[in-house]
């Protein structure tokens, strides 16, 4: 298992595809897959992250953990954002 800085280090040197247990996926907002970070704002995309990351780890035990992580990330935003057209809007 690699330890955190290990895994920055790989991430540094380009080897995006590398996850081992206990590795968080996305490191910076820039990690991000293209739906999230074309359209989400960076206030947004840091949510995203940051509950994708907790939720990629809390299941890592089920097959399905990267798409639960993903739904769990959608729907953290969605209880601060709201979408008005094509734009994500903070609640209030």
Do not use: C
């Amino acid at each position: 298992m690699l330890t955190q800085s290990e895994a920055a280090a790989l991430h540094a040197t380009h080897m995006p595809t590398l996850r081992a247990e206990n590795v968080v996926p996305y490191f910076s907002n820039a990690d991000l897959p293209e739906s999230v970070r074309d359209h989400l704002p960076q206030h947004a995309q840091e949510i995203y992250r940051a509950a994708f990351n907790a939720a990629y780890e809390e299941y890592a035990a089920d097959a399905r953990h990267e798409e639960i992580a993903h739904r769990v990330a959608w729907a953290a935003v969605k209880r601060r954002y709201v979408k008005d057209g094509n734009e994500w809007i903070a609640r209030r």
